[in-house]
Nanobody, 123 residues
């Protein structure tokens, strides 16, 4: 499995970005996908997760109402729409694939990872 994130960059507080996660090497629509983030000096944390069909999604409380995860299985792509960005959203954002069906939000339970894309939100 090969995962590549894109769409990160520098944005002012209150702005928006859309991250993309492109998958190859395995039929992506068979598996749940998730976004995590890691700020400097902090542990990697869960951001959002989407079921393999896209019919169910979960978001961390810290981003609920501002971020939305979605997927287009025909394009083997998962998205993270980020609105009303805050300086505390600054982090490297990672896309991950979960081979299980347990609905985990723990980084250790993910099976494949991308290299991440940096999001910087200025105040």
């Amino acid at each position: 499995v090969h995962i590549v994130e894109s769409g990160g960059g520098l944005v002012q507080a209150g702005g928006s970005l859309r991250l993309s996660c492109a998958l190859s090497g395995r039929t992506s629509n068979l598996y749940a996908m998730a976004w995590f983030r890691q700020a400097p000096g902090k542990e990697r944390e869960f951001v959002a997760r989407i079921s393999r069909s896209g019919g169910s999604a979960w978001h961390a409380d810290s981003v609920k109402g501002r971020f939305t995860i979605s997927r287009e299985n025909a394009k083997n792509t998962v998205y993270l729409q980020m609105n009303s960005l805050k300086p505390e959203d600054t982090a490297v954002y990672y896309c991950a694939l979960d081979l299980s069906a347990y609905g985990s939000t723990q980084p250790d339970d993910m099976n494949y990872w991308g290299k991440g894309t940096l999001v910087t939100v200025s105040s």
